[in-house]
């Protein structure tokens, strides 16, 4: 089995595949002081939970938008499962081209979203990641990586109104009934997702007048769902898609070997 983790900056996503199936997935707050111990006895309990054994986990691969954290996930793979995790960066092999300036800038997390969707869905499309930031994937017919978008994520924007504007209270995201709000929340809450969804139509719209030719847009990120209550512009939504790219890309790549110092020591006498 393998253990796939997906480091965001809100959240930090371990599952584990049996090269069938996931047989679970999980999330925690992403802090990076928490140590390979803390995530180990959180990690354990779940596995413990959904009656899978740590030992039959012989491989692990990391992708982060967090470099802080990187540390102790990769401890938590030496020191608790021993195994060395592979780690997605630009360098390894993708399977596809990165058409960047600078390959090296791009996130993990895109990266992995373009290889998923192309190799589920085909090409060319956009990928929609409602995240920290709000990101559109652009893939070409070849599943190239040929650049995108960020704007700032849903839960940032709420935030930034909230700390700039003394008398704008912190508000919950949610689908508002009608577009003109009658009384502050209301207009908040409408503001922030009508806006975003006239965002993503607009961009899209733009995307694809750019190239010349329709794309399918696939959504995932935990607000995914939400907004497509207000749009009918995504073709699909894959909540498992940068998850799916870590399985994907460990498939491709070698598997890191353990150092010795790391390696399970023999139990008994």
Partial sequence: MRLVIDAGNTNIVMAVHDGTGWRGIWRISTDAQ????????????LLKHCDIDPAGITTAVIGTVVPAALYHLRRLCREWLYCEPLIASSDLDWGFE?????????????????????????????????????????????????????????????EALHQAAARLPRIAIGRPQVVIGRSTVPAMRSGIFWGYVGMIEGLVARIRSELGQPM?????GGLAPLFAEGTTIFETIDSDLTL???????????????????????TGD
């Fill in 34 to 45: 928490r140590t390979s111990d803390e995530y180990a006895v959180w990690l354990f309990t």
């Fill in 98 to 158: 990165i058409k960047m300036d600078t390959p090296s800038e791009v996130g993990a997390d895109r990266l992995l979203n373009t290889l998923a969707a192309h190799q589920i869905y085909g090409g060319p499309l956009v990928v929609v990641d409602f995240g920290t930031a709000t990101t559109f994937d652009v893939v070409d017919q070849d599943g190239a990586f040929i650049g995108g978008i960020i704007a700032p994520g849903v839960n940032l924007s709420i």
């Fill in 216 to 220: 399918k847009v696939i959504a995932t």
């Fill in 244 to 266: 799916e790219g870590l399985r994907l890309l460990a498939l491709r790549n070698p598997t890191p070997s353990l150092a010795n110092d790391w390696k399970r020591q023999p």
